[in-house]
């Protein structure tokens, strides 16, 4: 096929963006799981808090052990971001040992390393003992430059990867089809199919193993066991809880949400008519440009992810696919425009995940969140480390993750993440309302009725869909999201649908439609 003009491609883009919700090739190319709702109240030895692949990991291993684990998913299973990754099972997660080494000393930073070179390794060690068919293949791991200014720094990471076990180096050319300035190069990393591999891991659980589908946890009862209940009432009574839903559903007193902000990354899946070279890369320097090859049954996908964001700040979220498709058309020779898809992640104050215990006072609760969209390793890593916490009371990597750290570069943080969240939570209170009688369809619009902030959406069929858009999370107005048609949280990353539905949290409670009761804050926040 000749390849297509820009303008042909951004057509693709806008037609595809117009006509068809995103999806993602790891879900549409492997079967729906169909497991039932929770309808009376069971125990367990473990409740673990959702589907995705700290839980799943986590209910293998703690399954291993002997105990009966019960899983708990809002939606279905890995439909979240575990379904949105680009999939890339490495420990090069940007330029990060250096800045650990300089932040949390060279002991935490060697944790760090050891924790996601094991995991790699547990990734690979389960394929082959399991015989799992998941595209599983090693490849190097870049991270690139085309700018000066960030060659000392790859340079300065080469060392730090070094200092602490991992088999990096320097390279000055890659394979790929422009210059560099410099790239720091992992060995024996990997990448492989995600929801193959992970549908695998909950096939091997045994019959005492339950999951329950459709199940959102809403809030937990301590006593002398956990309750775990759901949006039903029904209880899953349990020694220990495994909070793993992305964003923590109950805070426990640990002011997650003030200590985590939302990232939203784009990822377009192409074809091309040149063969990709071996290898998964990455840009040091913004915007991120991130690539790499997936084996389809039809030939070979290619992966351009990128164009991060903090969720509901971006005022046309829809010029990021954009965006992608012109980094690719300029790179290679685009065939076709196969898929889209976004995602979101949550980032730590120091980039580093919290996993552990929720807090202090809570010895027999722990979460796993924050993986600032390094989460192959990490989450398994995570779910490594709980499953120790829970069979040993200990793990070698306990420090370095631990939710109750806080570092100079925690505190700095911490100011400048919540600075931003009061800014956009004034914000949307200031923000000017528009008229709706002529809003076209397919776009949305912010207007008042009877003096409440209320989101506009006008289907394709000419139908209106008005939402209360005050968040029901802790009461942030929300932003149209143009390019996945949703209605997002700037300040804490909530995102619904233009009726009203949960997306992903940490909201619990959908948006009201106007004539309903006033929107109630959860009030599980503080607990």
């Excluded at 889209?340 to 796993?368: C, E, F, M």
């Amino acid at each position: 096929m000749d390849n297509k003009s820009f303008d042909e491609v951004i057509n693709i883009s806008y037609s595809i963006r117009n006509t068809e919700p995103p999806g993602s090739y790891w879900i549409e190319s492997t079967p729906k799981t169909d497991y039932p709702e929770l309808k009376e109240d069971i125990q367990a030895d473990v409740a673990v808090v959702g589907g995705g692949m700290v839980g799943i990991t986590c209910a293998h291993l703690l399954a291993r052990e002997g105990l009966k684990v019960v899983i708990l998913e809002a939606d279905r299973l890995l439909q979240g971001t575990t379904g949105h990754t680009t999939a890339k099972v490495t420990s090069q997660h940007a330029l990060i040992y250096d800045r650990l080494i300089t932040q949390m000393g060279q002991e935490k930073a060697r944790q760090y390393a050891e924790a996601n070179e094991n995991a790699i390794r547990f990734i690979a060690d389960t394929v082959a003992e399991q015989k799992i068919d998941c595209d599983f293949a090693r490849r190097p791991a870049y991270v690139y430059t085309q700018s000066t200014g960030y060659v000392h720094q790859i340079e300065k990471e080469e060392k730090a990867a070094s200092v602490l076990g991992i088999k990096a180096s320097v390279v000055h050319d890659l394979p790929l089809p422009f210059r560099i300035k410099a790239a720091l190069r992992f060995d024996g990393q990997a990448q492989f199919h995600p929801l193959k591999y992970l549908k695998a891991l909950v096939k091997m659980l045994p019959d005492s193993c339950l999951i329950f589908e459709q199940t959102r946890a809403v809030n937990i009862e301590e006593g002398n066991s956990l309750a775990v209940i759901t949006n039903q009432g029904k209880k899953v009574i349990a020694s220990k809880v495994v909070i793993a839903s992305h964003y923590p559903f109950f805070d426990g007193g640990g002011m997650y949400f003030a200590r985590m902000y939302p990232s939203r990354s784009y990822v377009t899946g192409i074809t091309i008519a040149e063969k990709f070279p071996e290898g998964m890369f990455i840009s040091a320097e913004d915007p991120t440009r991130s690539l790499r090859s997936q084996p389809m049954e039809d030939g070979e996908l290619i992966l351009v992810g990128g164009e991060d964001h903090k969720t509901g700040q971006a005022k046309n979220t829809g010029v990021h696919y954009d965006n992608l498709l012109r980094f690719a058309r300029d790179t290679f020779e685009v065939k076709e425009v196969k898929y889209r898809w976004s995602t979101q992640d949550y980032i730590t104050l120091d980039g580093v995940p919290y996993v552990g215990n929720l807090t202090a006072k809570h010895p027999n609760l722990y979460v796993a969140t924050g993986f600032a969209k390094w989460g192959m390793t990490n989450s398994t890593a995570a779910a490594m480390i709980i499953k120790d916490l829970i069979i040993h009371g200990d793990s070698p990597w306990k420090e370095v993750y631990a939710p109750s750290r806080f570092n100079t570069a925690s505190a700095v943080n911490f100011v400048v993440t919540n600075v931003d969240v009061a800014k956009h939570l004034v914000a949307g209170k200031l923000k000017p309302a528009g008229e709706m009688e002529d809003l076209p369809p397919g776009e949305a619009r912010i207007v008042s009725i009877d003096g409440d902030k209320i989101g506009a959406f006008r289907d394709d069929k000419g139908k209106l869909r008005l939402v209360d858009i005050t968040c029901t999370h802790m009461g942030c107005e929300l932003s149209w999201n143009e390019a996945e048609r949703s209605w997002d949280c700037p300040c804490h990353g909530s995102r619904f649908t233009y009726e009203g539905d949960i997306i992903e949290g940490p909201a619990l409670s959908r948006l009201r439609h106007p004539g309903e009761g006033p929107n109630q804050v959860e009030p599980n926040v503080f607990q």
